[in-house]
C-alpha cells in the first residue's frame, strides 16, 4: 500500500498513539505534520529521525487543539508548506478523573475543548482542500469509552461518545465526496496517558505499578493485554486504503473484546 504523494496531519502525534499513526503512514511514503507538546529538542529530533527512517518530509505545529484558531491555522499551515492535508488523524486527547459532583468546571472544558472540540475544528478546516481534491481520510481516535462508560470520567466518556456521534455525521455529510470518516476506539494502549493511571492507583493501593497492571487490564478487556501504538497505526493505514474506500461512519473497536461484553 503507498501512500506516497499524500499528506496526513496527525494531531498529538508527539507521543503515544499519534506517534504510532505517524510511523504507520510515513511508512507507507506519506508526507507528514506532526503536533502536539513537548521538549523543543526532543520534538526536532522525532521530526528528524522520522524524516531520516522513512525518506519522507515531516513539519511541525505546535497549535494548542483547545483554542480554534491555532487548528485552523495548523491545517492551513500544512497546505501552505506540505501541500494538502489528505488523512487528518484527529488523535490529541487528555484524561482527568473525579466523580461528577467534584469535578473541577476548568477540566470538565478542558477535557471538552481538546478531546471533542478540537476534532470539529480540525475537520471542520479541513474539509474545504478533501473536497477540492475529490480525496480524503478523517480518522477520529474516539476509544472504547466512545461506546461504553466507567466511572469517574465523565468528560471524558461525554467527549468521545460525541466524537463517535460527529464521526457518523460528517461521514453522511461527506459521501460521495471521496472523502471518509471513520473512529478508532482503542481500549487499553500503554502510553502516558494510561501510564499516568496505572501509578495513580497502584499509590491508592500501596501497590506497586506492575502489580495492578494486571487487574487493571482484566476488569475491562476479556484479552488481558494492551494493544500497541503501532497495532492502532496499522488499522489508520488500512482505513486510508483503496481497500478501505467503502467503510465510512464506522466506530471500529480495536480492544481485546472490552465493549463485547
Ligand atoms: P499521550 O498522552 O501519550 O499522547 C497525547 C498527545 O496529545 C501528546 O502528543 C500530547 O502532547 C498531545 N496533546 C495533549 N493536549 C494537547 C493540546 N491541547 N494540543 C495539542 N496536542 C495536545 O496519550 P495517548 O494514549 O497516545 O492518547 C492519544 C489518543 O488516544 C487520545 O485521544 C486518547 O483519548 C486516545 N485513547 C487512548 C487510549 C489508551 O489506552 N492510551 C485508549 C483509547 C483512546
Known amino acids: 500500500m503507498s501512500l506516497k504523494g499524500k499528506v496526513a496531519l496527525v494531531t498529538g502525534s508527539t507521543s503515544g498513539i499519534g506517534l504510532g499513526i505517524a510511523h504507520a503512514l510515513a511508512g507507507a511514503g506519506a508526507d507528514i505534520m506532526m503536533n ?20 519522507v518530509r515531516v513539519g511541525y505545529s505546535g497549535a494548542d487543539i483547545s483554542k480554534p484558531a491555532e487548528v485552523a491555522g495548523m491545517v492551513a499551515e500544512a497546505e501552505r508548506t506540505l501541500g494538502a492535508v489528505d488523512i487528518l ?27 471533542l472540540s478540537g476534532v470539529f475544528h480540525g475537520t471542520k ?18 476509544s472504547a469509552h466512545g461506546l461504553v462508560a466507567s466511572p469517574q470520567k465523565v468528560a471524558y466518556v461525554a467527549a468521545k461518545h460525541g466524537v463517535v ?21 482503542p481500549g487499553w494502549v500503554l502510553t502516558p496517558l494510561v501510564e499516568k493511571q ?11 505499578v506492575e502489580k495492578v497492571t494486571h487487574a487493571f487490564l482484566a476488569e475491562k478487556q476479556p484479552l488481558a493485554q494492551f ?10 493505514l488500512f482505513l486510508s486504503s483503496d481497500a478501505a474506500s467503502t467503510i465510512t461512519g464506522a466506530p471500529l473497536s480495536i480492544d481485546g473484546g472490552w465493549v463485547a461484553q
Open 36 to 55: 502536539g507538546f513537548g521538549d523543543a529538542g526532543a520534538i526536532a529530533k522525532l521530526r528528524q529521525d522520522t524524516e531520516r527512517r522513512f525518506g
Open 89 to 115: 488523524a484527529n488523535n490529541a486527547g487528555i484524561q482527568f478523573t473525579a466523580n461528577i459532583e467534584e469535578f473541577p468546571d476548568e477540566q470538565w472544558d478542558r477535557v471538552i475543548a481538546i478531546n
Open 125 to 142: 478546516a479541513a474539509i474545504p482542500g478533501m473536497k477540492k481534491r475529490g480525496w480524503g481520510r478523517i480518522i477520529n481516535i474516539a
Open 165 to 185: 456521534g460527529m464521526t457518523k455525521v460528517a461521514a453522511i455529510e461527506l459521501a460521495g465526496s471521496g472523502i471518509t470518516v471513520n473512529a478508532i476506539c
Open 198 to 208: 496505572l501509578q495513580a492507583r497502584a499509590q491508592q493501593e500501596g501497590s506497586s
Open 227 to 236: 494493544s500497541t501504538p503501532e497495532q492502532i497505526g496499522a488499522l489508520a
